[in-house]
């Protein structure tokens, strides 16, 4: 049931990209350590990895080298 949500009916980028809420367009940190490691041991690895490395590039602050905890996509 969680997996199939997370696959096909989780609200996701234009991307692919997980959301963190139903009703916000905020990408979290916290996906990173939650619903991905579910995934890779739910039999998805490759989603897992698509997952970290695209959360990677969006969070990332290339200018103060961190990677931010949300990031809107309203923004």
Do not use: C
Request: glycine share 4%; no cysteine; proline share 4%.
């Amino acid at each position: 049931m969680m997996l199939d949500y997370l696959l096909y009916r989780a609200p996701k980028t234009r991307e692919g990209i997980l959301y963190h809420n139903e009703n916000e367009g905020k990408i979290f940190s916290d996906a990173n350590f939650m619903a991905l490691p579910f995934l890779a041991l739910a039999g998805r690895p490759e989603e897992a990895v698509k997952q970290v490395f695209r959360n990677i590039e969006i969070m990332q602050d290339h200018e103060k080298h961190l990677l931010s905890h949300i990031w809107d996509d309203d923004f």
